[in-house]
């Protein structure tokens, strides 16, 4: 049964310090996606990759979040310095292009908590 | 800018009655509308979709309809269970690729 995998589940950090998230797509998808979800603003697209390229990152704030895909079984959400208002869990989905859209498969998500 | 709006934000049903939510989206030339459902401490799972060359897809107890026209999409669950409980998203993709969702409607059954 194929799944979208993400470490670590939960992690509470202090502010200031570095958080790195994880996440392995699917076999053989090529799109992978960033998200954020918090009760205020629902789920939010970070990021996003095809064929591990970067495709659009402009719902991420630069100065402190970065996303890479090393190679096509890791990708990686990375922010430095972290800080309070990113406490939110962060959802990795990888999927197939239909049409416009999308078919994704969800993660099950990192939960953070920067205090 | 394109955006998906979801209603209602919160439905309770008694076990057994039907549940229907609705989303309206902007632009026209989307052609592609998921549905997700989001247990407690879960990522949201991939229910049903529809491609805007049908109206009506249907997989056992849920359905969605599609009306282009009106740009608005439906999710309908018939003969609801306790299981069935769980925060419901829709999605359109954008001119640009982007997938926007719905703010989420949280579906209570009651016994």
């Known amino acids: 049964d194929a799944r979208v995998t993400q470490t670590p589940r939960h992690k509470v950090t202090e502010m200031g310090q570095e958080v790195t998230m994880r996440c392995q797509p699917i076999l053989g998808h090529n799109t992978v996606f960033w998200y954020r979800q918090t009760m205020m603003q629902g789920l939010e697209l970070l990021a996003y990759f095809r064929n591990r390229a970067p495709l659009d990152d402009s719902g991420m704030p630069k100065d402190r979040f970065s996303a890479e895909m090393p190679d096509a079984t890791l990708a990686t959400l990375k922010i430095q310095p972290s800080e309070p208002r990113d406490s939110a869990v962060y959802f990795c989905?990888?999927?197939?292009?239909?049409?416009?859209?999308?078919?994704?498969?969800f993660g099950p998500g990192t939960r953070l908590t920067v205090t | 800018g394109e955006n998906v709006e979801q209603h209602p934000s919160t439905l309770s049903v008694q076990e057994g009655d039907s549940a229907v939510i609705k989303c309206t989206y902007s632009?026209?030339?989307?052609?592609?509308f998921p549905w997700y459902k989001q247990e407690l401490g879960k990522g949201p799972q991939l229910i049903i979709d529809?491609?805007?060359?049908?109206g009506e897809k249907k997989d056992q107890r849920i359905a969605v309809t599609l009306n282009k026209t009106a740009k608005h999409f439906s999710l309908h669950i018939t003969e609801t269970q306790p299981e069935d409980s769980a925060v419901y998203f829709c999605a359109a993709p954008r001119s640009d690729d982007k997938i926007i969702f719905g703010k989420g409607t949280r579906l209570h059954i009651l016994p």
């Open positions: 529809i491609r805007s060359n049908v």
């Open positions: 989905a990888s999927g197939l292009r239909t049409g416009r859209g999308y078919e994704q498969y």
């Open positions: 632009d026209s030339a989307s052609n592609y």
